[in-house]
């Protein structure tokens, strides 16, 4: 059976470029001394890791010393959020986010806001999955210490905008005599896509990983901008400017820095292929199967996520048939998780619950082509039919249809 | 895209007899829930059946609905239709209770009332422990169609109201409370929450809740 991977937005396959740079480093014949250590191979490790931060910053535009390299996205959200807040105790206590961030960004915000008397405002989305610059601007309060916006959701793809919402930060910083609210965005999901200089986002703090980017699991970045304190997370060996100890994931650095090279040097052609091929699925699936709406805006969105909501039928059991077809898509329904909740990015539209549990996700990448569109395209609506016709459920229109 | 296993397999919920590959739920789960049994095609004829239960609410993520018929002299379900929205093991859970209830010529009513969730589980071979809810709820939804006949045929000293259940650990909110509130004349979830906090800090609960206050309205006000 051929099988369709529409997960990009969960994992991407390792770019064969990138599991060759990165092939020295885990083959155990030459490249394995510790880069702390201080002989020959240790040096060259060391300068290694030098490489690819000097690599990563210069698509960032920022300093080499500006780049830390943590364990991926969740780490850095962390380090970002936790470390800032602990350092700025005594700035100020007021922490800023959204009603969508990922649960690396929400988990411990909610953590600094229960455990240690933090207050935290969450700001809404329009029905499109959108943040407006001006509620994050109208919510900062003397007291604000941070503020984390999520350049693109990992669920619905909307794009938020960043470097607006970062222009009205560093406005206000400047009107009040300020050095705060720092600015953090989560760019996990934004990074294969978008446009990733500093100079031009306005943030303080960037987070990304390479299992977005067809780089390996278990690496990420936070960008720090320099003369920014924060507390560490792990204590040691002073590894990363002491901001990060730890012994250096060597391959993994290489191959972070070597597959956001890759996805940035392709992303103008790749986005304009992937937009073409979105639209199409967007179009055939809304004309072709009865009942079904498309969540987050139609343009501010990722080149590759298409976020449907099945009415009448429970967004699990609908993945599972897929699998059976071997066609791979992703839920936030409630029964992938422990709990009954749907998932907090859909409630946050503003949509009843009933729709919020027939969601699904299908993220498209480099390998996805216009046959494997219209396979999914042509398994989809009789997969649909049968759920439907062993369901009790029958949606009101006026719940889910945006007029 | 081809697969081939990985050296070091992932270890599934469940495992397969043939412990090939893995998948989230037991062969027979799968079976029930690619090939479901009994359920209801085409919407009922009137008389078709006389017995009707529903549980859940899609809110929640899960609602089923039970069809029965009964025959009048033996009490036994010769019948028994379904429909189920819902993940994977709440279709084949529901699937699974209909095969039982109707196996063998067909249980007699006291005998279904009996059916327990572990049955329906140990039948399908097992779930994953974070699916057990799921099959908890068409045992639920069979009751409530056998409550349903004995009203339709006036036995109502037949009907067993699921008594004095603990619903709500955290609030400490019983069945007992809710039934009262909704005599108090609360008809909707929002107002049963108001008079007994039921399920504010414990989402989990309220598919039970919801369907003990259809249960009360249809008890004491035929709505
Ligand atoms: C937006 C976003 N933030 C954070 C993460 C977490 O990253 P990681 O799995 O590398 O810890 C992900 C990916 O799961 C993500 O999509």
Redo the contacts between chains.
């Keep these: 059976m ?4 529409l997960d990009h937005a969960a994992a991407t396959p390792l770019n064969p470029q990138v599991f060759e740079a990165m092939r020295y480093f885990f083959d155990g014949k030459e490249f394995y001394g510790n880069p702390s250590s201080f002989h020959t191979p240790g040096k060259e490790a060391k300068d290694v890791i030098e490489k690819s931060r000097k690599n990563i910053a210069e698509i960032l535009n920022c300093r080499p010393d500006e780049i830390i390299f943590t364990s991926g996205g969740t780490e850095s959200d962390n380090l970002a959020i936790l470390g800032v807040a602990r350092a700025l105790k005594d700035k100020g206590n007021h922490l800023i986010t959204s009603t969508i961030e990922h649960h690396a960004v929400l988990e411990p915000m909610i953590f600094l806001e229960k455990k240690e008397g933090y207050k935290l405002t969450r700001i809404s989305v329009t029905e499109d999955g959108i943040i407006d610059p001006e509620e994050v601007l109208k919510a900062i309060e003397p007291d604000t210490i941070f503020v984390s916006i999520m350049m693109a959701n990992n669920e619905i793809g909307t794009i938020q905008p960043i470097a607006e919402i970062g222009n009205l930060i560093q406005k206000y910083r400047l009107e009040n005599h300020s050095e705060f609210p720092l600015f953090h965005t989560d760019a996990c999901q934004a990074s294969g896509f978008l446009d990733l200089d500093i100079s031009k986002l306005h943030v303080d703090l960037l987070t990304f990983n390479g299992s977005k980017i067809y780089g390996p699991k278990g690496i990420g970045v936070l960008y720090i901008k320099r003369g920014i304190k924060l507390q560490p997370l792990l204590f040691g060996g002073g590894q990363e400017k002491g901001i990060r100890a730890g012994t250096e994931f060597v391959a993994g650095i290489v191959g972070l820095a070597k597959a956001l090279e890759l996805v940035q040097k392709e992303k103008v052609k790749e986005n304009e292929r992937l937009i073409i091929l979105r639209d199409y699925f967007i179009t055939e699936i809304l004309k072709r199967i009865p009942k079904t709406r498309l969540n987050g805006d139609k343009t501010k969105r990722l080149p590759n996520n298409v976020h449907i909501s099945f009415l ?3 967004g ?2 609908l993945l ?2 897929l699998d ?1 077809e071997g066609i791979y898509v992703s839920t936030g ?3 992938t998780s ?5 998932s907090h990015v859909i409630l946050a539209l503003g949509l ?3 729709v919020a ?1 027939g969601s699904l996700r299908f993220s498209l990448g480099k ?1 996805t082509t216009k046959e494997d569109i219209d396979t999914v395209l042509e398994v989809l609506p009789g997969v649909v039919k049968k759920l439907r ?5 029958r ?1 009101e229109e006026k719940y889910w249809n945006r007029g | 895209m081809n697969h081939t296993s990985p050296p070091i397999q992932p270890t599934p919920d469940v495992t397969n007899q043939d412990k090939t590959k893995s998948w989230f739920y037991s062969d027979i789960v799968k079976d029930h829930f690619f090939e479901p049994r009994n359920f209801l095609k085409k919407d009922p004829e009137p008389g078709q059946f006389n017995g009707i239960g529903t549980y859940g609410s899609p809110a929640c993520g899960d609602e089923m609905r039970v069809w029965i018929k009964v025959d009048p002299k033996t009490e036994k379900i010769i019948d028994f239709k379904w429909r189920t929205f819902g993940c994977g093991s709440a279709i084949a859970a529901t699937s699974m209770i209909s095969v039982i209830a109707t196996e063998n010529g067909g249980k007699t009513l006291e005998e279904a009332r009996k059916i327990r969730p572990q049955e329906v589980i140990d039948r399908l071979g097992g779930l994953p422990a974070r699916k057990f809810h799921c099959s908890v709820l068409c045992d639920k939804a069979l009751r409530n169609a056998i409550n349903d006949y004995y009203r339709r045929v006036g036995f109502f000293d037949k009907i067993v109201s699921e008594g004095n259940r603990m619903i709500d650990k955290i609030m400490k909110v019983t069945d007992e409370d809710i039934e009262k509130a909704v005599r108090e004349g609360a008809k909707t979830l929002e107002e049963v929450q108001e008079k007994t906090k039921v399920g504010v800090n414990n989402s989990s609960v309220l598919p039970a809740v919801e369907e003990l206050i259809r249960f009360y309205k249809e008890k004491y006000f035929n709505s």
């Design positions: 051929n099988h369709i991977y009448d039928i429970e699990e059991a599972l048939y059976a329904s409630a029964c422990t709990s009954l909740e749907p009843p619950r009933e549990h390998g016709s062993i369901s009790p459920v949606v």
